[in-house]
């Protein structure tokens, strides 16, 4: 589904991304584990196209994205959708203008069909019918994240990509947050990429876990494989939430 | 017997003159990226506005939002401009009793200049502004990536209508600060100053061609377009938080003030 094939990017003197590679299958919730600064927000901007790599292929559904012009690129990108860090919502419009906005781009429903669509994307995330007319201003971060996380599966997207999902959240919201990347995996189908340095939550929601560190993957399997590496900078960052062996 | 080696001298601080050099440079380098970018601007902003979708109601908002929002704040500049420039040239022509010519003097300089100039300022001020801060907004809240990820092309959505906006707004609002600026002469001219309503419009009405009016109304279609690109480019371009949103905004305020003067003395060359 997606593969990253030998990814440099380099942002002046700062080279964040030194030859990634990593493959993620169909259907799996990979989580890229790192500490601040490791380039994995770079890495999944790369994987739908907001950045352009220096060298390196990042190829979706077999075909290689780093090439291609605008109206490929937009072909592309309707098979993705993407949660930001902080929810990225359009502060001009409302909750389910935010939600609806997709489906009004590239969809031609009625507007019964599409409030029943947005209805269910909003129940699925558990946001009441009072919440669909407030303004993105007027909610909590994590009740935002969850406005941004019914936008981003509101197409029924093949992937979907989390950056950062529970950055900021309390831990209640942040297990109703893995919950619900959970439900999208397993009710949709969907593939997922989480980028994430909360190590609780890539445990719980990761099927496969790549640690990135100075700009390469450094250990890439299943959670379980991942306890087990010996590489010293995943050590040491799993050591902060599981203690020394 | 000891030697001494002689201490390293310490590396020199820059004087003042290289200082002075490198900051112009960098001055010079970073005008010339912002004409690069705003020009290429223009180009991205003229392709995407002739392919499909057609988003009208966006465009329809903007118009509203730059034309309509200003013709408040216009229309008033434009009456006291003309009312103070009829007391103002009155006064030099009592001196070789040329009244009479007031009139045609004020309309032809609302007309050719002063109307285009002062309504691009008051869009500048008023919409480009807005228009800078909310896109810098958008930008470092990553709105702007977010569309780019729904598969929406921003410049399209974004930029389009407001370039578009500022295209058909500004000549519109030229026109009415000339209107509202000949109102007002007329009222202090004849009102105030005892020059006849006939010799007021007579010789307004001799002196002022069409060709005059196209002049402002031209000059107001460049100055539009011009102020909206360079808040528009400057706001998508912003990065690094608040800060950054607060100085692109005051960069485009610059920026789109200084294109006003120099491309109505450019256009003025052009047209005569």
Same mark, same amino acid.
């Given at each position: 589904?997606?593969?990253?094939?030998?990814l440099?990017?380099?942002?002046?003197?700062?080279?964040?991304?030194t030859?990634i590679?990593?493959?993620?299958?169909?259907?799996? !919730?990979?989580?890229?584990l790192?500490g601040?600064?490791?380039?994995?927000t770079?890495?999944?901007k790369?994987m739908?196209?907001l950045?352009?790599?220096?060298s390196?292929?990042?190829?979706?559904?077999?075909?290689d994205?780093?090439?291609?012009?605008?109206?490929?690129?937009?072909?592309?990108?309707?098979?993705f959708?993407m949660v930001?860090?902080?929810a990225?919502?359009?502060?001009?419009?409302?909750?389910?203008?935010?939600?609806?906005?997709?489906?009004?781009e590239?969809?031609?429903?009625?507007?019964?069909?599409?409030y029943?669509?947005?209805?269910?994307?909003?129940?699925l995330?558990?946001?009441?019918?009072?919440?669909?007319?407030?303004?993105?201003?007027?909610?909590?971060?994590?009740?935002?994240?969850r406005v941004?996380l019914?936008?981003a599966?509101?197409l029924?997207?093949?992937?979907?990509?989390y950056?950062?999902?529970?950055?900021?959240l309390?831990?209640?919201t942040?297990?109703?947050?893995?919950?619900?990347?959970l439900?999208?995996?397993?009710?949709?189908?969907? !593939?997922?990429?989480?980028?994430?340095?909360?190590?609780s939550?890539?445990?719980?929601v990761?099927?496969?876990?790549a640690?990135?560190?100075?700009?390469?993957?450094?250990?890439?399997?299943?959670?379980?494989?991942l306890?087990?590496?010996?590489?010293?900078?995943?050590?040491?960052?799993?050591?902060?939430?599981f203690?020394?062996? | 017997?000891?030697t001494?080696?002689?201490?390293?001298?310490a590396? %020199?601080?820059?004087?003042?003159?290289?200082? %002075?050099?490198a900051?112009?440079?960098k001055?010079?380098i970073?005008v010339v990226?912002?004409?690069?970018g705003?020009?290429?601007?223009?180009?991205?902003?003229? @392709?995407?506005?002739?392919?499909?979708?057609?988003?009208?109601?966006?465009?329809?908002?903007?118009?509203?939002f730059?034309?309509?929002?200003?013709?408040?704040?216009?229309?008033?500049t434009?009456?006291?401009?003309?009312m103070?420039f009829?007391?103002q040239?009155?006064?030099?022509?009592a001196?070789?009793?040329?009244e009479?010519?007031?009139?045609?003097?004020?309309?032809?300089t609302?007309t050719?200049?002063?109307a285009?100039?002062?309504?691009?300022?008051?869009?500048?001020? @008023?919409?480009?502004?807005?228009?800078?801060?909310? $896109?810098?907004?958008m @930008?470092?809240?990553?709105?702007v990536?977010?569309?780019?990820?729904?598969?929406?092309n921003?410049?399209?959505? $974004?930029?389009?209508?407001?370039?578009?906006a500022? $295209?058909?707004?500004?000549?519109?609002?030229t026109?009415?600060?000339?209107?509202?600026?000949?109102?007002?002469?007329?009222?202090?001219?004849?009102?105030?100053?005892?020059i006849?309503p006939?010799?007021?419009?007579?010789?307004?009405?001799q002196w002022?061609?069409?060709v005059?009016?196209y002049e402002?109304?031209?000059?107001?279609?460049v100055?539009?377009v011009?102020?909206?690109l360079i808040?528009c480019?400057?706001?998508?371009?912003?990065?690094g938080?608040?800060?950054g949103?607060?100085?692109?905004?005051?960069?485009?305020?610059?920026?789109?003030?200084?294109?006003?003067f120099i491309?109505?003395?450019i256009?003025?060359?052009?047209?005569?």
């Amino acid at each position: 589904m997606i593969d990253i094939v030998d990814l440099h990017k380099t942002f002046g003197e700062n080279k964040v991304l030194t030859g990634i590679n990593l493959s993620v299958p169909a259907g799996s !919730t990979c989580v890229i584990l790192g500490g601040s600064g490791s380039g994995k927000t770079v890495l999944m901007k790369h994987m739908i196209g907001l950045l352009h790599p220096d060298s390196g292929k990042v190829i979706i559904d077999g075909e290689d994205i780093v090439p291609m012009g605008v109206d490929d690129l937009q072909r592309v990108r309707n098979k993705f959708g993407m949660v930001f860090q902080a929810a990225a919502l359009f502060d001009s419009m409302t909750v389910f203008e935010n939600v609806a906005f997709p489906l009004r781009e590239h969809t031609r429903l009625s507007e019964d069909e599409l409030y029943a669509k947005v209805r269910s994307k909003l129940d699925l995330m558990g946001l009441k019918r009072e919440v669909e007319s407030k303004f993105p201003a007027d909610l909590s971060g994590g009740m935002r994240k969850r406005v941004g996380l019914a936008r981003a599966v509101v197409l029924d997207p093949k992937i979907v990509l989390y950056d950062e999902p529970t950055t900021g959240l309390d831990p209640i919201t942040t297990d109703y947050v893995d919950e619900m990347i959970l439900a999208a995996q397993q009710g949709l189908g969907v !593939t997922s990429v989480v980028i994430s340095h909360d190590i609780s939550s890539a445990f719980n929601v990761g099927d496969q876990i790549a640690f990135l560190s100075k700009g390469v993957i450094v250990a890439h399997g299943t959670p379980e494989e991942l306890r087990e590496s010996q590489h010293p900078a995943v050590k040491v960052f799993l050591e902060t939430w599981f203690g020394k062996n | 017997m000891t030697t001494q080696t002689p201490s390293k001298p310490a590396p %020199s601080e820059p004087g003042l003159l290289a200082q %002075s050099v490198a900051s112009f440079g960098k001055g010079l380098i970073d005008v010339v990226s912002t004409i690069g970018g705003v020009v290429t601007l223009a180009f991205d902003v003229a @392709r995407w506005s002739v392919r499909r979708p057609f988003r009208l109601q966006n465009l329809f908002a903007q118009l509203d939002f730059v034309g309509v929002g200003s013709i408040f704040i216009v229309g008033l500049t434009g009456l006291f401009t003309g009312m103070v420039f009829a007391l103002q040239t009155s006064e030099a022509f009592a001196l070789f009793d040329a009244e009479s010519l007031v009139g045609p003097t004020v309309a032809l300089t609302l007309t050719r200049e002063l109307a285009a100039v002062f309504s691009a300022l008051m869009v500048t001020m @008023r919409a480009g502004s807005a228009m800078c801060t909310e $896109l810098g907004t958008m @930008r470092v809240t990553e709105q702007v990536d977010a569309l780019e990820t729904m598969a929406v092309n921003p410049v399209q959505y $974004l930029l389009v209508p407001r370039i578009l906006a500022g $295209l058909f707004m500004v000549p519109m609002l030229t026109i009415l600060f000339s209107t509202a600026g000949m109102t007002g002469a007329y009222f202090v001219a004849v009102g105030g100053l005892g020059i006849s309503p006939g010799t007021f419009l007579t010789r307004t009405q001799q002196w002022l061609e069409p060709v005059d009016i196209y002049e402002g109304v031209i000059k107001g279609a460049v100055f539009g377009v011009s102020v909206a690109l360079i808040c528009c480019y400057k706001g998508f371009n912003a990065s690094g938080g608040a800060k950054g949103v607060g100085q692109a905004t005051t960069e485009a305020m610059v920026a789109s003030a200084l294109s006003i003067f120099i491309l109505d003395f450019i256009v003025g060359i052009v047209m005569h």
